[in-house]
């Protein structure tokens, strides 16, 4: 009698513990979209009078969510530092101005592209000590670390290492940097190269310099086809709704 209790006990037991682990498992369903991005990039991320990360991705990235039932917590790090957080999983996605190029994809899966962008050159006005790309190899070209930026002038330099190429963690470091004589030249994504051209004066852009085009992308984990599956829906769903249109119009007046 004691061992038919015992027995009956114990099976009580694991039903109750399996029971607890399911009621836990459901309370752990993810309702939030974690974003990584570094907020000194207008107009598609930077912050409000409070510090709070607004722009372009930051609202794309919010109805992406919603289209996934999710809310969205956006986290504000180097770009430098994005992929390394994704890969850790510290973040879900990366949505941050950031270019789908075949080094990137070895490490990180990109969603359909949702954005076209150039690099520019930005000098100092009335200078002219820029006319043609040759001319950038023996001067000090700031760029933001990890950007693409950087990368091409890594290219026009022959290395990384170069003393004159200037690798900055935020954007209006290279900016000030410029105004103050300290960098002849920066090279940066045309849409926030003119936000910033807006913040400080006597800056041009290089016309004569013409860069190829490129593509921004969301980025998520490699081994996450699901996610990147349901980013691409939404994307679609956006794009079809007239809801990326606004988005357009709202942060580049197009």
């Known amino acids: 009698m004691k061992s038919k ?22 309370e752990e369903e993810k309702t939030t979209l974690i974003m990584g991005t570094e907020a000194s990039f207008p107009p598609f991320e930077f912050t409000d009078e409070n510090n709070e990360p607004i722009g372009f991705d930051v609202d794309l990235a919010r109805a992406v969510a919603e289209e996934m039932g999710l809310e969205l917590e956006v986290r504000d790090q180097p770009f430098d530092g994005l992929i390394g957080a994704l890969q850790a999983n510290q973040i879900d996605i990366v949505a941050a101005g950031m270019t789908i190029t075949p080094e990137r994809q070895e490490t990180v899966a990109f969603s359909n592209p949702y954005y076209n962008a150039k690099q520019s050159v930005i000098v100092r006005a009335g200078e002219n000590l820029v006319t043609s790309m040759e ?3 023996n001067l000090n070209i700031a760029v933001q670390m990890g950007t693409t930026g950087a990368a091409k002038a890594e290219e026009i330099k022959g290395t990384a290492d ?3 190429l200037k690798q900055y963690e935020k954007v209006n470091e290279a900016f000030m940097e410029l105004t103050n004589g300290r960098v002849d030249a920066i090279i940066i ?14 800056l041009e852009v290089v016309e004569a310099i013409d860069f190829e085009d490129e593509q921004f992308g969301i980025a998520v984990r490699k081994d996450n086809e699901e996610l990147l599956n349901d980013v691409n829906t939404a994307l679609d769903n956006i794009m079809s709704s007239g809801k990326y249109d606004e988005l357009i119009q709202k942060w580049f007046g197009q």
């Open 5 to 26: 209790l015992l027995i009956f006990s114990t099976l009580v037991l694991v039903i109750a513990l399996v029971l607890g682990i399911s009621g836990c498992k459901k």
């Open 135 to 137: 001319d950038l190899a």
């Open 162 to 164: 170069d003393t004159s």
């Open 189 to 202: 994504d045309v849409p926030v190269g003119a936000s910033y051209m807006k913040q400080f004066e006597g």
